[in-house]
Each structure stands twice: as C-alpha cells, then as structure tokens.
C-alpha cells in the first residue's frame, strides 16, 4: 500500500501456532458450526440437513430459555462471590501478621483443587441426613435436591473454587500499589474506609477488570460441580448452559442440537466480552 | 489490504494442510488394523479347519481378546479376580485384557466413538437399557450364534433374566450382573409401629405411615428416590406396557404406550400422593439417593437394588435389624412381576473367527457355576445360572445374607413377558422421566401435567432417532 514490499518470511513464524490453533480451535470451530445444521445419527454423524431447524426449535423451547436464565443468575452469583471473597481475602492478607503463610495459603488453595472432587466433598457435607451442615445449624433443608436452594448450593461452590486464583490476582495487584501513597493520604487525615475506596480499589481496578472477565467466562464454563452435585436437577433447575450441552451430545447423542447450543453459548460470552472491553476503555484507568 | 489477503490465503493453506495431515494419520491406524487382523489370520490358519464356527477345534493359542467393562469399586475388583482366574487357568492360551471403561453410560458412549473408528473391543458389558441399541446397531454377533454353533445347553440359565435379553426367541447378549429392585425395612421400627405386615404396594405404604412416624420413631416412611428405574417397575408391576410394538421387543418402539394405557398417571397418583402426605419427601434423584436416609435410621423403608444390599448391611452395621419384601406394586390388584436390571455381555463382531471362539470361552467361564456363585458372593447381584445356588460358596453366602433370598424368590414369582420395555432412547427416557417426577414432587405440576410432559419428551425423542437411523 505504502510501497514497502511485503515479507513473507514473518508468516512463516506463525506456522506453528497456526497448526495447534487450527487442530484444535479452528477446525473444532468450524465443525461445530457444521454440525449445528444437521441432525446426527446415533453415531454422531452428520444425517440429515436441517439448516436452522436446530437453532428454531432451541428458541422456541422454555427448557433452553431455562438453561439461559440459570446460567445467568448462577454467573451473577459466582462471580459476584468469588470476586468478594477474593478481594476480602486478599486486603486481609496484605499485612504482615504471625501465621500469614497459613492464612495466604489457605486463602489461595480452592484453585488447587479439582471441581468434581470438591463438589464430592459439599455433597456429602450437603446430604440432608447426614451432611455437618444440617447438624451443625439444626437445620432440616435437602439442599441440593430442593429447587430453591440447589442452584445457590452449586453457585456458592463455584465461587469458593474461583476464589483462590482471585486471591492470588488482588494480592498481586495490592503490593503493586506503593505504600507511600497510604502514608501520605494518612498524613493528609483520610481514614482507613477512605483509603480503601479512594487509593486501594483504584490501584487494583485493571487487575479487577481482568479477573472479572476470566470469571465470567469461567463461570460460564462449570461443569464438573453440576455433573456431580445435581446432574441439572432437580427438575431443570440448575440445568445450565454447559451441562445441557454435555447432556444432548454425549447422553441424547443429538451433537446437532448440542453444537447448536454451544454456538449460541459462544456468541453471548463474545458480546459480554466485546461490551467488557467497551466499559474498560471508558472506565478503567491505569 | 494486500497484507490481509496474503495472510488470509497462508491461513487456508494451513488449515487444509492441516486437515491433510489428519487424513494422513487416518491412513496410517488403518494400515495398523489391517497389520493385526493379518497377524490374527495368520494365527487361524494354523488351526487344523479352519471353521466358521467358534467351536472348541479352532486354535487360540495366543489370542487376545479385549473385554470392556463398567464396574467400578468392589465389584471392578471381583470382576478382575474372575478375568485373572480365567487369564492363568484356561487351557487354551487366551489372555482377556480387560479394561474399565467408567460407568455404564460412558461405557456405551466409548463404544459408539470407538465403533466409528472400528477400533473397538471384543467383549462389552453393556447395561439393560442400551440393549435395543446394541440390537440394532449392527456391531454384534447375537449371543445366540455363539451358544447354537458350541450346542452350550442354556437350560440352567435364570428363564426370567434370559427373557430379558431374548428378541425374535434370540438370545442377544449373555446376561452376567443382575438385579431387581427389593422393598427394604427397618424392622425394629415396624415393631414398635406395630405392624404385623409388611406393605406390598404404595397405597399401604402411604396407610402405615402414619404409624410409623408416630409410633416407630421413623423421621419418613420411605425414602423413595427419584429413579426411572423404579417409575419403569411400577409399570411392569401392573403389566402394562412402557412402549408400543410389544414393549419394544417386536419391533423398534415409536411412541410410549404408559399414557394411553393409564399406568403412568397410576403410577404417579400414588407417588404424589406419597409425597403430600410427607411418607416420601423429596430425597433426591438417582437410584441410591434413598439409600443414606435408611442406613441412617432416618427412613422406615427404602427401594433399593439387590446389588445395594451388602453396602446397606454394612452401613447400618447391627443399629437395627434390616428386612427385606418384595417390590411394592402400585395398588393391591396389580398382577405384573418385576424386571431385571443390570448389564450384559455383548460380543462385537470383528469379522475374525479365533477372537469370537476366544471370546465365547470366556463368557462361558464368566457365567459358569463357579463364577456366578463367587461374583454373586461379592457383589450381590443375582447368580445368572441357577447352578450356582449348588455351590458352596453360594450357600455360604445365603446363611450370611437371609435376606438375599428375597430377591430370588422375587425374581421366581415374575414371568418373562413382565421383561420390561426395550427402546433405543432408554436413557435420554429415564431423565425425562425422573425430571418429570422431579417437578411433580416439589409441587410444580400435577401427576396429568407430568404424565404428559414425559410422553411428548419421550415420544419427540423416538420419532428423532428413528427419523435418523434408518
């Protein structure tokens, strides 16, 4: 354009990554929005071209409308939690005191921690029977089998599971922040709630902003917790968006209605990203 | 511009050569099973006659057969007993390698992606509602082929575990771990309820419960769990059918039959009425979930598999003392029996001769007198062969357990036409199933509401699969 003659040798550096992004991004890509026109057979193969029938009868259907609405409020509730508790966390632990190690480690340690066996471990704490939870409050509530508290049960998991990596995040980004600037503002009279709002969130904002995205789209991605805590009951009433993928492609083996669904799901964590990077732009300053 | 389409054009030429290399490497597994079916050739010319039937003059010297399984736990060990026995002791040099493929359903999903690659296994247990699956799905040899061509003589095998898994009068798949769901109590409590009798269908159950709470010391009449299996038995119990074409055994179901013959909303009135009255609260889906209330003193009765059993005996560990009756009927003029449940042996047809011989030897040693007698032993589920109830260790195990017995009579009481349906999309039909239940119980629906719900779900299911696999 500008006459400079163009290199090719660059490209030639990218071949590698192009041939790990393409076996198992873009060729996946692809294949799913392939898939999502057509109803499969029993093998999972392509049959019958439908077009958008699968992508109709999805928006037609409440159990999908469901599925949406769960996820939705189930993220709110993840992020939201895991992100609190992450950042309380972390401010406790930004000063020095005898046992910080154990505190810091303890506070970092659901990140090391797999989902399916954690959610083991809150089903049978959960149990009504025989979960410490009930016996410990004298409470007589079947947590996870009662549609009113089974999505608050998994949420409240997820957000302790995402937690530790958030700890970490706002630690990081805390001793970023130079401690003169507390000693002058304390000079200055401004009090610790001040400081805290006026100096500690500012400082840590873009950190924030980054945990904020990856929470979202992993809390959009939960599954493990669900297959083993509630299997999307009882009724539908923690059927989320990722778990009834699982459940049409590998159970129904309907890959179709499934491929459907994840494209769908990936056009909404798209435009919430899109619209997160639009806010950042305005809001974050770093 | 001209920037963008070069790396436009580089990026296709990399994703075809991409797709080429995944072609290429597609060749290359063939040519590898094509190695080994040559090899295996190889092995079966050196047998004397070389006969289409796997009998016993075929040489199998060397021969490997693959044995897919979903037992996990207790009984994965015990299965591995029984494939290491087999492994050192059988005469003919055939070495089982057998490997745990999850749970039933990712055993059966495992083999679907493994059949696209034909690259399966020679032996799969496969569970009771995946049958109508494996029928149609052109993978297998009927097991009936296998125990015509050796003359084996079926006669000792359970008649109404046979029936299961008999299509067109063939016998599809070997029956090798079943059970049937048993009604289990707490009979100290029943004692101090006074009840002489233990009930046999839900409408009692929900009368005695009553007294069992008030009187009994019970904190719930029944732990019931939300399972499909269980709304699957209340069907056969009143001898109606799930799905048209005879249950799915004449030919592929296409529609559900529990609506328009009433059993369903029966079924369901009852249950409904079970967890208004606070005898059944909601205890969760699945078939154990009924199970920690009971073993915790909490529950007077429980709906359990036989398989549950020894963990339940071991879980109540001597607090009270466990009875166990039949599985309760509906109401008290219903006159169906109960099917089994469990999993089958299936044999993949790998177009080779030596593997079928090798692989029928070892379900003959699998479902032989012996075996059952020590699978049954450990595992509690049903001996398949009524041999095995000669054997020591059998008898042993009945002293142990009186209450296994129970489940054996059950099982004599029933008849081969209460076998229970056959359909492709059994599985995808118990959820719907349980969803809708679910919601019935926690007050979202009626029992009509749910009844239809469950049809339409179902009924949509079937006329989809059958659109596709033709």
Redesign the interface.
């Known amino acids: 354009m500008n006459g400079k003659k163009i290199k090719v040798e660059p490209y030639f550096y990218l071949i590698p990554s192009f041939l790990v992004f393409g076996a198992f991004l873009f060729y996946p890509f692809f294949k799913t929005i392939y898939l999502s026109l057509y109803k499969t057979n029993k093998m999972g193969q392509a049959k019958l071209f439908v077009g958008v029938e699968n992508y109709t009868s999805l928006l037609t259907s409440k159990s999908f409308y469901n599925s949406l609405i769960v996820t939705l409020v189930f993220v709110a509730i993840v992020v939201a939690g895991s992100m609190l508790l992450g950042l309380v966390t972390a401010v406790l632990c930004n000063k020095a005191f005898p046992g910080i190690r154990f505190f810091s480690t303890a506070f970092a340690l659901p990140m090391a921690i797999a989902s399916s066996s954690a959610a083991m471990i809150f089903k049978i704490m959960l149990h009504p029977s025989i979960g410490i939870i009930n016996k410990i409050f004298h409470l007589d509530i079947n947590w996870i089998s009662d549609p009113r508290y089974a999505l608050i049960c998994v949420a409240i998991l997820t957000a302790w599971l995402n937690s530790g990596i958030n700890f970490l995040y706002f630690s990081a980004g805390l001793s970023n922040i130079d401690d003169t600037i507390y000693e002058r503002a304390s000079v200055d009279g401004a009090s610790h709630i001040q400081q805290f709002f006026r100096l500690t969130l500012p400082g840590i904002a873009p950190i924030m902003f980054y945990t904020l995205v990856v929470d979202i789209i992993q809390a959009f991605q939960s599954f493990g917790q669900v297959k083993i805590l509630t299997q999307g009951g009882p009724g539908e009433s923690t059927n989320l968006i990722v778990y009834s993928i699982y459940r049409d492609a590998f159970f129904n083996y309907r890959f179709g209605s499934a491929a459907a669904q994840s494209v769908i799901l990936f056009l909404i964590i798209m435009a919430l990203t899109l619209i997160m990077f639009r806010v950042e732009k305005k809001g974050v300053k770093y | ?3 963008r389409s ?2 436009l054009l ?2 296709a030429a ?2 075809a ?3 080429m290399g ?1 072609g290429s490497s597609d060749t290359s597994t063939d040519t590898t099973v094509t190695q080994e079916t040559a090899s295996d050739t190889a092995v079966a010319a050196d047998a004397p006659a070389e006969s289409a039937a796997p009998a016993g003059d075929v040489d199998m010297s060397g021969t490997t057969i693959t044995f897919w399984h979903a037992m996990g736990g207790v009984n994965g060990e015990a299965l591995d007993y029984l494939v290491n026995k087999f492994n050192t002791e059988n005469e003919y040099g055939i070495t089982v390698d057998s490997q745990y493929q999850g749970e039933y ?1 990712d055993s059966i ?1 495992k083999l ?2 493994a ?2 690659g034909n690259m399966g296994a020679d032996l799969v247990q496969i569970y009771d509602i995946g049958t109508r ?1 494996m029928i149609d ?1 052109g993978w297998i040899v009927p097991m009936q082929d296998l125990i015509d061509a050796d003359g084996y003589d079926m006669s000792a095998i359970e008649p109404n575990i046979a029936a299961y898994y008999t299509v067109d009068s063939k016998l599809y798949s070997m029956p090798f771990n079943s059970s049937t769901p048993i009604l289990y109590y707490n009979k100290d409590m029943f004692d101090k309820a006074g009840i002489a009798e233990v009930p046999s269908n839900l409408e009692e159950i929900n009368k005695v419960a009553g007294d069992l709470t008030s009187k009994g010391g019970a ?1 719930e009449a029944i732990s019931l769990g939300i399972y499909g299996w269980f709304f699957e038995q209340f069907t056969c119990k009143q001898g109606a059918n799930y799905v048209d074409n005879g249950n799915g055994r004449e030919a592929a179901a296409t529609a559900v039959e529990f609506d328009s013959n009433g059993s369903a909303l029966k079924t369901l009135t009852a249950w409904k009425a079970l967890a208004e009255s606070g005898a059944a ?6 078939g154990d ?1 009924g199970l ?2 009971f073993s ?1 003193g ?1 529950s007077a009765m429980t709906l359990g598999s036989t398989a549950s059993l020894k963990q339940i005996l071991e879980e109540v560990n001597g607090k009270f003392e466990v009875g166990t009756a039949y599985f309760p009927s509906v109401s008290a003029d219903d006159k169906g029996g109960v099917s089994i449940g469990g999993a089958s042996l299936w044999a993949i047809d790998n177009q080779d001769d030596v593997k079928k011989a090798a692989t029928w030897q070892f379900v003959k040693f699998l479902v032989s007198a012996e075996s059952q007698a020590y699978w049954n032993a450990q595992t509690g589920y049903f001996p398949v062969t009524t041999d095995a109830h000669n054997e020591q260790v059998f008898k042993d195990n009945i002293a142990k357990y009186p209450q296994f017995q129970t489940a054996i009579d059950q099982l004599h009481d029933s008849a081969p036409e209460y076998a229970g349906a056959l359909l ?2 059994f ?2 039909a118990r ?1 719907t199933v ?2 809708q239940i ?2 019935m119980v ?1 007050g ?1 629906q009626t029992p009509e509401e749910a009844v239809k719900n469950m049809a339409d779900g179902i009924n949509a ?1 079937i006329t ?2 059958n ?3 033709e």
Request: hydrophobic content about 30%.
């Open positions: 511009m001209k920037k070069i790396a580089l990026t990399m994703t050569s991409m797709l995944c359903d999903n679907k992606s059949q696209l699956f799905s904190g609260p909601n205890v969760g889906r699945g979930s920690a209330d915790a909490k492709s999309v599985p995808e959820q349980e969803t679910e919601n926690n979202q299911s989809d699969y659109l596709v696999n």
